[in-house]
């Protein structure tokens, strides 16, 4: 199973970015997706999270600003980021809960795609 997100780039504060994670493989279903960031020298936290059932969850300091989404017949997850700030600038790493089949699940993350929000 890979994980290939897309999406990141530069842009200036106020703006708007969408990041995709597409999945691929031998994947018999997917269960909880999360996108999560890094900025230089701190820890990886999670930004949001959605469910099978498309539950969402976010961080407090992206409420009203991020929007997560899945498509389950593409294995995919999006992240809509709307009044980018400049502390929003890290690398975001998708991460997948995937079943291999109805007995075993684990899992996976994506490579990073960076997101710079700058003047």
């Known amino acids: 199973v890979q994980l290939q997100a897309s999406g990141g780039g530069l842009v200036q504060p106020g703006g708007s970015l969408r990041l995709s994670c597409a999945a691929s493989?031998?994947?018999?279903?997917?269960?909880?997706m999360g996108w999560y960031r890094q900025a230089p020298g701190k820890q990886r936290d999670l930004v949001a999270s959605?469910?099978?059932?498309?539950?969402?969850n976010y961080a407090s300091s992206v409420v009203g600003r991020f929007t997560i989404a899945r498509d389950n017949a593409k294995n995919t997850m999006y992240l809509q980021m709307n009044s980018l700030k400049s502390e929003d600038t890290a690398v975001y790493y998708c991460?997948?809960?995937?079943?291999?089949?109805?007995?075993?699940?684990?899992?996976?993350w994506g490579q990073g795609t960076l997101v710079t929000v700058s003047s």
């Open positions: 493989g031998s994947i018999f279903s997917i269960y909880n």
């Open positions: 991460n997948m809960e995937v079943h291999l089949d109805p007995w075993t699940r684990r899992g996976y």
């Open positions: 959605v469910s099978p059932a498309g539950g969402t």
